[in-house]
């Protein structure tokens, strides 16, 4: 069974740190992460070619330097990593960057599922998914939380929801997108690591996808980011003192005083 | 394509746009800024710059949508078993406001089976019209479905705003519906507002978990399509008096579908319901072994609140993973919220921090989660707790 999966680049969150005079994040010696969802991504990618054979195939659109990023997933098992890479992709939003991913994928061809993280923690919008899918036309479950069967053609599985699951089927090929639950992403093996070190990383341009460059990056997307600034937490800490039955008896105070009782 | 260049003339060094820019792709050397080559040209410089010294040109969309023929505003009335989600009733409340700056109906998109009465509470909370489609397969959200109907229904009554919740299943139809419509979509915002003579829908939302608020249009496109938050906006007080449409669309309801949900379990996440309680109570590495949680759950009964966890007790098997509050959990905004033992990681705080009220109980003076709290207590979770339980049990009766 051949599964592609998208992965992006983010900031190593750990570090997000905000400068207090300009008031604005700091990413100077932020390391860059594969996205933390995408590597449940992978790692079911890598489960299902264990089990049923075939290859897994990781795609990302980002800037050349995403590309030794995709070297780390060679060194966890992947069979190949595709760099989707141009001038033209830059300011995609959302839309745009579905429609790359799409055509690349239709480059690569014959697939029986796509997988992505369920959402980024960067932008956190969890859209390019549910979008992609429907640009390569496939039916697609967000949020899955187990695949309780995948064979030629057929994949059963279990979606999270606010107060449960659902299981839902679906024929193949289609893409689902997966949250932490789903497993426990493993760690590169020495001979991942040896593979990765010799494996080179294409890169394919909008020219090399057939896409049409008014349908990528800026050009390509209907949204437009007019402004950013950085919340003020205005934020007046009160600290309790006493004994611990007199912090417990102030807390209870100030609570029911404000209103908030139970919602009985 | 598009261009962006710095007007050396104009641009006198002050370093304004150095914090304008949300990739970090403005230095300024000798006194100019410079734009790096990791500008990825989404032009959220221009307006931090005071001297107009930023030239940033976006070619022109061929053929654009002709936006005047699209009016009013949508949400999508999600509805289980018939009861409508909070989140609906808070985008009627949203979109009453912004409909009457538009001067224009705010309609819901009601999909179900057998959900006339549903109808009926969405216009008591401020539905003009409600376009109604019943039908046995509609009985479960279906993303083939209900995608297929809601384009259908955007097509032929062309609305220029449609706000979904951002629940589970509303960020997964509202991409879905986006993208085949070929339009923008902003997900989760927390801000919506209208800028009334271009009609255009100013939305606000924050990204890398909440440390950065990032304000986006969608200027050329329709209809404008936004996800929300649950409880950002209010909803309004019911009026059972207020009248609406029920509009039955003649709709094509698909056949033979693809996508087929078999089974909607509930399991014992039931009680949860994190993203929709009022008061949340949850536990962290400090409660040292997973029988405390037990005190937790205590605190949360007295309080008809929903239990949460960090993502430290989840990952140590303390706790099921549906009560993870944060980046990887669940992002919640109750009315109150204990962080009981959770030192503040900043993956927790971006899952929490819009919180009305944070009760912060740490041994650790200097824990981060302090820095967010209205109320800190500096003790022990496990003598705090049983106290506080007490304390509320006697005077909540």
Known sequence: MNVIVCVKQVPGTNEVKINKETNTIIREGVEAIINPFDAYAIEEGLRIKEKTGGKVTVISMGIPTVAGLLKDTIALGADEAVLLSDRAFAGADTLATSYVLSMSIKKIGSYDLVICGKQATDGDTAQVGPSLAEKLGIPHTTYVRKIEEIREGYIRCQRMTDDGYEVIEMPLPALITVVKEINEPRLPSLKGMMRAKKAVIPVWTAEDIGADKNKCGLKGSPTQVIKTFVPVHDVKSEMLEGTPEQQASALAEKLLSMRFTTCK | ?397
């Open chain 2, 1 to 397: 394509m598009a261009s962006i260049s710095i007007l050396l003339e104009k641009c006198v060094g002050c370093r304004l746009c150095i914090g304008g820019c949300p990739f970090n792709a403005i230095a300024v050397e000798n006194r100019k800024a410079r734009i790096l080559d990791n500008c990825t040209l989404c032009g959220a410089c221009v307006s931090s710059c005071k001297f107009n010294a930023i030239d940033f040109r976006k070619d022109e969309a061929e053929g654009p949508v002709d936006i005047s023929s699209y009016k009013g505003v949508w949400i999508f009335g999600e509805q289980k078993n018939g009861s409508p989600a909070n989140v609906a009733l808070e985008l009627l409340g949203a979109g009453r406001r912004l409909a009457e700056q538009l001067q224009v109906d705010v309609s819901a998109v009601l999909l179900g089976d057998n959900v006339g009465e549903t109808a009926k509470t969405l216009i008591a909370h401020g539905a003009d019209n409600v376009y109604l489609v019943d039908h046995p397969s509609l009985k479960y959200f279906n993303d083939e479905s209900y995608t297929d109907i809601f384009v259908q229904l955007i097509e032929k009554y062309k609305p220029e705003i449609v706000l979904m919740g951002a629940s589970t299943y509303g960020r997964s139809l509202a991409p879905r519906v986006a993208s085949r419509l070929n339009t923008g979509l902003t997900a989760d915002c927390t801000g919506l507002e209208i800028d009334v003579e271009r009609r255009i829908l100013m939305q606000t939302r924050p990204a890398f978990g909440g440390n950065l608020m990032a304000t986006i249009i969608c200027p050329d496109h329709r209809p404008q399509m936004s996800t929300v938050r649950p409880r950002v906006m209010k909803a309004l007080e019911p009026d059972h008096s207020r009248t609406g449409n029920i509009i039955r669309p003649d709709v094509r309801i698909p056949e033979n579908l693809k996508v087929r949900v078999l089974d909607v379990v509930t399991t014992l996440c039931e009680k949860v319901n994190l993203t929709e309680a009022d008061i949340i109570v949850s536990g962290g590495r400090g409660l040292g072994d997973p029988k405390n949680f037990a005190l937790v759950e205590e605190l949360a009964n007295v309080l008809g609140g929903a239990v949460g966890a960090s993502r430290a007790t989840v990952d140590a098997g303390w706790i099921d993973y549906c009560h993870q509050v944060g980046q990887t959990g669940k992002t919640v905004a109750p009315r109150v919220y204990f962080a009981c033992g959770i030192s503040g990681a900043i993956q927790h705080l971006a899952g929490m921090s819009s919180s009305d009220v944070i009760i912060a109980i740490n041994k650790n003076p200097d824990a981060p989660i302090f820095r967010v709290a209205t109320f800190g207590i500096v003790g022990d979770v496990l003598e705090i707790l049983p106290l506080l339980t007490k304390e509320f049990k006697a005077r909540l009766g």
